[in-house]
């Protein structure tokens, strides 16, 4: 966020400022009660806005270090809650249905994914996402459609889904959707090619 926005609420309550002074050292979880008592105790318009704006990223800062640790269900509760107050970012709701499907709890799983296609309807790894959730959860059929659907935006080819489909067709489950994690894990590590995506729809005008 701006830093001539956040300065617009310094000064105004007590608790924004120390929740800012903390996020600026990106001690995120000391900062969220901070934020969240200021939402509790000031009136202003403009540090209301900037406190949920700040308590949201927050929570989602902690949920991407709980998913880097493996804490599966701590990484799903915060991003969750940082959707809870800003339920417009896509990425938010990805992170916390792949949290979910970590845990083995599809139904989650499949409910934030939908959540971030909703969001972003071109959001293939939300898409790859639900698939694989469908799978785990044993709508194979339904999960392969949505899974095929979003090859090439994955970025995938078919001899690679072909071979993950073999497992399937040979009633290794199992190992097929750890071949169907594979590929989305692949993709969302793949930084490098993300760039090269965003320069190129900024290339576009997109």
């Known amino acids: 966020m701006a830093s001539l926005q956040r300065f617009m609420g310094l000064g105004k309550h007590p608790a924004y400022d120390g929740a800012i002074a903390y996020f600026d050292a990106e001690q995120y979880s000391d900062a969220i009660p901070l934020f969240e008592m ?8 403009t540090v209301q806005k900037l406190a949920r704006a700040y308590l949201a990223e927050s929570y989602a800062k902690v949920g991407y270090k709980r998913a ?48 971030a296609t909703q969001v972003n309807p071109t959001f293939a790894r939300a898409w790859f996402g639900l698939g ?26 078919n001899d690679q889904f072909q071979n993950a489909l073999e497992l399937h067709q040979a009633g290794r489950f199992a190992e097929a959707q750890q071949a169907f994690e594979q590929f989305l894990q692949s993709a969302e590590d793949n930084f490098a090619e993300y760039i090269r995506w965003g320069d190129e729809a900024y290339q576009q005008g997109n």
Do not use: I
């Open 38 to 45: 200021t939402l509790q105790e000031c009136n202003d318009p």
């Open 68 to 115: 880097v640790q493996g804490n599966w269900a701590s990484a799903y509760n915060y991003f969750t809650m940082a959707t809870d107050y800003a339920p417009q970012y896509a990425d938010w709701w990805f992170q916390a249905g792949f949290a979910a499907y970590k845990q083995g709890d599809y139904a989650s799983a499949q409910s934030a994914f939908q959540q």
């Open 132 to 157: 694989l959730a469908q799978y785990a959860s044993g709508q194979h059929e339904t999960a392969l459609e949505t899974l095929q659907r979003w090859l090439v935006s994955m970025r995938l080819t």
